[in-house]
């Protein structure tokens, strides 16, 4: 069964440093997501894409954060200057259309400012 | 803001019992909505998804219902078995691209 796939699957970066977290959704799904989840709390959602471009963000998505798809595969979430607080887990996720279809999740990239 | 709980925060079953998991949520307004499961330290995998004009679906030992006026949904899972243990997530779509998730329900089977 196809998969949504992560990596790196952990990240350890220090405090100001950029960080670059990699995705390749399923190959025929068009929307693409990222959520994370902060040890011990609830999953939440950052931004979704969808015809390279930002659908929805949420406001955790600041200026800090971006997203990209630089080729056909790939989907990345960039932090530009890490903050302890951006310790997470963060996952990626892709889906066929924007509703009716289920949502797809990647096993995840633990990232640690330390 | 849609608000989504999950009651009960843990549960403990001996192998072979049928249980209900159960998700509420404030806003009746929803799109869809989508059980997972998430094993320690692994991403979610998708078990159910039910749109808002359904009722409930059904994956093998999985059943999931909705009742949207109410703010409900329940996860029944018949025979319970070990490999079942894990978390499960309640996630609710309203008409935006995002999904609100539930805290979960971390389920024990015992053998």
């Known amino acids: 069964e196809p998969e949504v796939t992560q990596t790196p699957s952990h990240q350890v970066t220090q405090m100001g440093q950029e960080v670059i977290l990699r995705c390749v959704p399923i190959?025929?799904?068009?929307?693409f997501y990222w959520y994370r989840q902060i040890l011990g709390q609830k999953v939440e959602f950052l931004v979704s894409f969808y015809n390279n471009e930002i659908s929805e963000k949420s406001e955790i998505f600041d200026d800090q954060f971006s997203v990209e798809r630089p080729d056909g595969s790939n989907f990345t979430l960039k932090i530009r200057s890490t903050k302890l607080e951006d310790s997470a887990m963060y996952f990626c996720a892709s889906s066929e259309d924007r509703g009716r279809s289920p949502l797809h999740f990647g096993n995840g990239t633990r990232l640690t400012v330390t | 803001k849609q608000e989504v709980t999950q009651i009960p925060a843990a549960l403990s079953v001996p192998e072979g019992e049928n249980l209900v998991l159960n998700c509420s949520f404030t806003?009746?307004?929803?799109?869809?909505l989508q059980w997972f499961r998430q094993d320690p330290g692994k991403g979610l995998t998708s078990l159910l998804l039910i749109q808002s004009s359904q009722r409930e679906q059904t994956s093998g030992r999985l059943n999931a219902s909705l009742d949207k006026s109410s703010g409900r949904s329940t996860l029944y899972i018949a025979a319970s078995q070990p490999g079942d243990s894990a978390t499960y997530l309640c996630a609710v779509r309203r008409t935006g691209n995002q999904f609100y998730f539930g805290t979960g329900t971390s389920l024990t089977v015992i053998p």
């Open positions: 806003d009746s307004a929803i799109y869809n």
């Open positions: 190959s025929n799904h068009l929307y």
